[in-house]
């Protein structure tokens, strides 16, 4: 089955950048969509294909995807971002098809 | 505005059933497939299972084929998830979300979830 690997956790002050990776093999070539999750709250589709932006998203989330990384990258991090994200790839040999990173938890520091 | 309201976890003893029901609304419930997805207090997302906009084509994850069950009722907008021969490592909250997309790889709306509690 198709593996997704993310840091257990990212640190950052308020107003910097963060970087979230998910590692796959050549993870490039599929479609990464990442998805927020508050404690506590639901999970929220935050980027699909890579670097979309569903609607009510803000311009500070961000997805990049290329080689074996995907990046979710969250500008100027306000307190209110501070969640888990899981990244998520469909792989048609994988079992289940729909994969999910094992999640990331971003403090704010 | 899109909306999934879970309902129907519960307690129950390993090796009994439950139906999860998913009642969805402010969306064209028919032109969508669905899933279920899960998350065990303190892990990660798990994917469980998904059914075609139709009905069709039900899809399940290795963990839960031959004791889980999904379907709909686009007539009552409601998606469910039949459990059987429940184990304590089903023990989780249940999430019903969209599919969206080619191929129904973007789960776009959650609900809230259900808690499934396994337990004697």
């Known amino acids: 089955s198709y593996v997704l690997t993310q840091p257990p956790s990212v640190s950052v002050a308020p107003g910097k950048t963060a970087r979230i990776t998910c590692g796959g093999n050549?993870?490039?070539?599929?479609?990464v969509h990442w998805h927020q999750q508050k404690p506590g709250q639901a999970p929220v589709l935050v980027i699909y294909?890579?670097?979309d932006r569903p609607s009510g998203i803000p311009e500070r989330f961000s997805g990049s995807n290329s080689g074996n990384t995907a990046t979710l990258t969250i500008s100027g991090v306000e307190a209110g971002d501070e969640a888990d994200y899981y990244c998520?790839?469909?792989?048609?040999?994988?079992?289940?098809?729909?994969?999910f990173g094992g999640g990331t938890k971003l403090t704010v520091l | 505005e899109v909306q999934l309201v879970e309902s129907g976890g519960g307690l129950v003893q390993p090796g009994g059933s439950l139906r999860l029901s998913c009642a969805a609304s402010?969306?064209?419930?028919?032109?969508?497939?669905m899933h279920w997805v899960r998350q065990a207090p303190g892990k990660g997302l798990e994917y469980v299972s998904s059914?075609?906009?139709?009905?069709?084509?039900?899809y399940y994850a290795s963990s839960v084929k031959g004791r889980f069950t999904i379907s709909r009722d686009n007539s009552k907008n409601t998606l469910y998830l039949q459990m059987g021969s429940l184990r304590a490592e089903d023990m989780a909250v249940y999430y019903c979300?969209?599919?969206?997309?080619?191929?129904?790889?973007?789960?776009?709306?959650w609900g809230q979830g259900t808690l499934v509690t396994v337990s004697s």
């Open positions: 402010g969306f064209t419930f028919s032109s969508y497939a």
């Open positions: 979300a969209r599919g969206f997309g080619e191929l129904n790889d973007i789960l776009d709306y």
């Open positions: 998520q790839v469909w792989d048609s040999s994988s079992d289940p098809h729909w994969v």
């Open positions: 050549n993870i490039g070539s599929k479609n």
């Open positions: 294909y890579d670097s």
């Open positions: 059914i075609s906009s139709n009905g069709g084509s039900p």
